[in-house]
């Protein structure tokens, strides 16, 4: 209009707020007041304001009001209301119900909450709404996730939808306190988020190796795999994907922990905050070369664990690969192998299938032989194991001709040279870290979280957390299979298991199985 002008106009902007445009000159002000609907009139209860310059809107202050606007012709019928709560005019925090304790449903008998120990677990999560407002119950939500999750549904969008389609199974697992109407995905993404306001989401880890101790029993594995994972889907700003490092249990194929993978760094400063929490006593970590640090090995030993790391040129033991290899050149001598001056140790494995022969041989050398070894934290008392792999791949119908690949690898672990199980110990580790792999295959392809597009941290952490937990249920589902028929019926994959999963009450069953095998006294101890 003109340099000196002024407007001011308003519209219904959402539930319960109005939105106000001031034009002042050239400056442009959005105000949004929120409103409390009272008898005969509304409450101007708070008011933000933001500046509009073109699309973009920025954040200015935010103020509390104190204004109270009678409906025509009600004026005094609103003065009798104010007056009968026996409050001054301004003040709001008596005209409305604000205090964060008040509940509603306080004098009411719960009933006792379907789903076993992952119920009770659901139920002691803190929640931060004001009670007299929520509409849906924290722990009901955070139920029906779990079964989602397990039926490979991990985005709101889907939970939302899983919701509105098995509503009336739902109603009838969780009976009254099920919420009368359908959840948005909004509502279930700031829900979920939620979870996560804590720094770096130390509370998020908690619950999930709570929940996974439900899931499993509290198990002790005695082989971990570290490593990370991309979210192909999820990219930053500067077009790179979001990683997550994870510990995996190679045997169950199940995630014991993980930690979000900062913008600005990499997987090496997570390595040890991901296994502070984890009891290491008698168990071996695998890893590839990018972890074989000092800091790492030095946190494995001093929690009472094994190490067993690749190790590469390119990496930080550049100097202990370099004599590596001098070593392993003269321990392997056909002159050696005869005269044992250096003591080693082998065995050969032959495995034939996918369309190519493999012929392993392992050969374990005591680290004692490095000069290197002193600056590395039980490697003087532990093993170099050598893999040297022959592949031998078919000819094919499709005119691919037979040829044969080799390869060469070495791994540094704390394994004592004298171990009467040596290289069964060492094999099992060299092998087994491939599991991390197929867990990770699982959840991208048949769980299909290469296909979820994220961009915030936060929801990313989240949705990680319910992949690995659905995998948890399903591996649970494949171990009760197992027990119940044995070796005479394949068990079922992880989309099989999926599809089963879809029944809400048949997954109910499940969870009510759980309760047996988790302590769950104990985990909530464990755990804080």
């Known amino acids: 209009t003109g340099n000196n002008s002024t407007f001011e106009g308003g519209g219904i902007y959402g539930k319960g707020a109005i939105m106000i445009v001031q034009v002042e000159g050239s400056d442009i002000r959005l105000s949004i007041c929120k409103t409390r609907r009272i008898q005969k009139g509304t409450v101007y209860c708070g008011e933000e304001t933001y500046e509009l310059n073109g699309k973009d809107r920025t954040y200015k202050s935010y103020r509390t009001l104190g204004k109270h ?15 009968r709560k026996k409050v001054p005019p301004r003040n709001l925090c008596m005209l409305v119900p604000c205090d964060p304790e ?3 449903n306080k004098n009411k008998q719960t009933p006792e909450a379907p789903g076993g120990a992952l119920a009770n677990v659901a139920r002691v999560v803190p929640d931060s709404r004001r009670p007299y407002l929520v509409h849906y119950p924290l722990w009901i939500v955070l139920m029906v996730v779990f079964m989602a999750a397990a039926s490979g549904v991990l985005t709101a969008v889907q939970i939302a939808h899983y919701w509105a389609a098995n509503r009336k199974k739902l109603e009838q697992i969780f009976g009254a306190a099920f919420p009368q109407r359908n959840i948005s995905h909004d509502t279930v993404r700031r829900l979920l988020m939620q979870l996560d306001a804590t720094a ?7 619950l999930f190796r709570v929940v996974m101790g439900i899931c499993l029993g509290v198990w ?4 971990l795999a570290l490593d990370g994972q991309a979210a192909r889907s999820s990219k930053t700003h500067n077009g790179r994907p979001h990683y997550t490092l994870t510990v995996v249990d190679c045997d169950l194929r199940i995630a014991c922990d993980q930690v979000q993978v900062g913008e600005k760094t990499n997987e090496i400063p997570h390595a040890v905050e991901v296994l502070e929490a984890l009891d290491l006593s008698d168990c071996v970590v695998v890893a590839d070369a990018l972890h074989c640090q000092h800091n790492l090995v030095n946190k494995i030993v001093d929690k009472g664990g094994d190490y067993c790391i690749s190790l590469k040129e390119s990496s930080v033991s550049k100097a202990l690969y370099a004599e590596v290899e001098d070593v392993v050149e003269v321990a392997l001598s056909e002159q050696n192998l005869t005269e044992q001056t250096i003591p080693v140790k082998s065995r050969s494995t032959h495995d034939d299938g996918h369309g190519r022969i493999e012929t392993r041989d392992y050969y374990a050398i005591p680290g004692s032989w490095l000069e290197e070894a002193q600056n590395w934290t039980a490697l003087s008392e532990g093993t170099i194991f050598v893999v040297k792999t022959r592949k031998t791949y078919k000819a094919t119908s499709t005119g691919k001709q037979e040829h044969t690949e080799t390869n060469e690898r070495y791994f540094a672990t704390s394994f004592s040279f004298d171990h009467p199980h040596l290289m069964e110990v060492g094999i099992r580790a060299i092998r087994q ?9 699982e959840i991208d392809v048949q769980m299909r979280q290469d296909l979820v597009q994220m961009s915030n941290v936060r929801y990313i ?18 171990m009760e299979f197992e027990k119940e028929h044995g070796t005479d019926k394949p068990c079922p994959s992880v989309e099989s298991m999926m599809i089963h999963a879809r029944d809400p009450e048949a997954l109910m069953h499940i969870f009510e199985g759980m309760s047996e095998n988790g302590k769950l006294q ?3 101890e464990q755990e804080g």
């Not at 870290?433 to 295959?441: A, P």
């Not at 952490?461 to 659905?470: E, K, P």
Request: net charge positive.
């Open 69 to 83: 606007v009678p409906k025509p012709g009600c004026e005094a019928e609103f003065a009798e209301y104010v007056a």
């Open 102 to 104: 008040f509940n509603p």
């Open 200 to 206: 770096e989401g130390r509370y998020l880890r908690k």
């Open 220 to 223: 002790r594995s005695h082989l």
């Open 433 to 441: 870290r491939w599991g991390i792999e197929s867990m990770h295959w």
């Open 461 to 478: 952490r989240v949705q990680r957390m319910l992949s690995r937990i659905g995998l948890g249920v399903i591996r649970y589902m494949q």
């Open 522 to 524: 104990e985990l909530l």
